[in-house]
């Protein structure tokens, strides 16, 4: 019927008609944070490019992640600071390296929280890049090796979740076989499967120290322009047996996470990354945009979009704010 009889703005006439006809809903519940576990005792180090994130000291990770399960928040994803790095990245798969120490001690002091692992190998190899180093490139076949012993490390500490983000092919499958084959066939994998070589990790690097010493990542990431190429490889991990898929970034993916979630018929989730949450952070500080808007209007898009848990540094306040 044409107006007057259609008035939409009847139903946005107040605060408890616009909740009620809500079309998304936001809840803590859907938020995974992600966590910098560093060496040490008593750190709670700031990231300067992320104002309120930090690298923290495993007792340190400990107290922030009784935090998040009081928050109702659904879990935190861990990511490692070694004590040293090589080429061979031997901190990621050592049965006592630090997010191996750090899940173990989660799971004493703060039992039920839902712990997600990384599994790469950026933050522990002495060149920055994500696998073993082959004439100038990654070689994909050996980096296998190391994700399959990595991810079962994480497994045997504890891990409900892993979730291999290095973007080698083949490597959902060469996890899923380490994991059956050692009694694990019930841990779940979550794919970085759509990961683009993107400008916005710039903070993340900071964080995890994992600048790469030479080069950059674009031939293993992916390339921004490739929307179809990202179904391909959703579609493959999926094949290779992952149980949940994600988009990194979040925000300038959305039509990505959109096309996903009208294609596949499994949990979705979205990476808010360094340099969306720095970016809305700066502009906060700056007195251009607020700080609580901001944050509850990218959390929603993304959630409109399709993703059911979202991976973002606003994973504390948001709840707050929910709660």
């Known amino acids: 019927m044409p107006f007057p009889a259609q008035r939409l703005r009847r139903l946005r006439a107040t605060e408890s008609l616009r909740s009620l006809v809500r079309e998304t809903q936001v809840h803590p519940g859907q938020f995974i944070l992600p966590i910098f576990v560093c060496p040490g005792e008593g750190i709670r180090r700031e990231i300067g490019s992320m ?15 009784e935090e998040v399960k009081a928050l109702g928040i659904g879990g935190v994803i861990l990511f490692g600071l070694p004590e040293a790095k090589d080429e061979m990245a031997s901190g990621a798969y050592d049965e006592a390296g630090i997010v191996q120490r750090a899940i173990r001690a989660i799971r004493k ?3 039920g929280l839902l712990i997600v692992t990384d599994v790469c190998n ?18 994909n076949d050996t980096t296998l090796q190391w994700l399959a012993k990595t991810a079962l490390s994480h497994a045997r500490a504890g891990a409900d979740i892993v979730a291999p983000s290095d973007m080698m092919d083949g490597r959902v499958w060469a996890i899923r076989q380490a994991l059956d084959s050692n009694g694990y066939e019930r841990t779940p994998i979550l794919a970085y499967a759509a990961k683009f070589a993107s400008v916005f990790y710039g903070p993340f690097r900071e964080a995890a120290e994992s600048t790469p010493q030479f080069g950059d990542r674009r031939s293993y990431q992916m390339d921004p322009a ?13 094949q290779e047996g992952a149980d949940m898929i994600m988009v990194k970034p979040a925000m300038p993916y959305l039509d990505l996470i959109y096309q996903a979630r009208q294609r596949f018929d499994v949990p979705i989730a979205a990476y808010q990354v360094s340099g969306e949450f720095s970016m809305i952070m700066a502009a906060v500080r700056n ?8 944050m509850m209007e990218s959390l929603t898009s993304i959630t409109r979009a399709g993703a059911g848990i979202i991976l973002t540094y606003f994973a504390k306040p948001a709840a707050r704010l929910l709660g």
């Open 226 to 238: 490739n929307g179809r190429e990202a179904m391909r490889e959703i579609e493959l991990d999926l």
């Open 109 to 111: 002091e703060a039992p």
């Open 287 to 294: 007195g251009w945009l607020d700080h609580d808007r901001a």
């Open 122 to 139: 950026c933050e522990y190899t002495s060149h920055g890049h994500c696998g073993f180093v082959k004439d100038g490139d990654v070689d």
């Open 51 to 65: 104002p309120g994130n930090y690298q923290m000291s495993i007792d340190e990770t400990v107290k922030e992640c």
